[in-house]
C-alpha cells in the first residue's frame, strides 16, 4: 500500500516533512518501544507504532528502512529527533489513538493479511 493513500485513512498528524515520497510502499506494521525488539523483528517496509520520541528511534527506522513512524498516545518528538526525520527523510506522524487502535485500523485497511 502507498504511504500516501495509507495517511489519507489515518487519524493522524503529519509531522515530517512536508512532502511525502508518492512512491514509498508501507508491507506491514510494527508496535514496540524497546528498541532491540524493534531491530530484532520490524521488516523492511514497515510502519513502527510507538510512545519513544528521542532521536534514536530515527536512526533504528533508517537502519531498517523503516519509512513511517507513528507516535501513540499523543507523544510528540523532540526538536533533535525532528529535525533528524527531516535530513534522513522519515515521516513521522502523531495520533491520539493507542498503538492498538492504530495497529487495528492498518490491519483493516489490509496490512499484515
Known sequence: MKLVNLLKE??????????????????????GDLLSNVMAHAKDGDIWLTIQTHQNIIAVAVLL??????LVEGNLPQDDTLQKAK????????????AYQVAGRLHDLGLGR
Do not use: F, W
Open 10 to 31: 489515518l487519524d493522524a498528524a503529519l509531522l515530517t516533512p512536508d512532502e511525502i515520497d508518492p512512491s514509498l510502499e508501507v508491507t506491514g506494521c510494527y508496535c
Open 65 to 70: 528502512n523503516l519509512h513511517c513512524i507513528i
Open 87 to 98: 535530513k534522513e527523510g522519515i515521516v513521522i506522524l502523531s495520533s491520539q489513538e493507542t
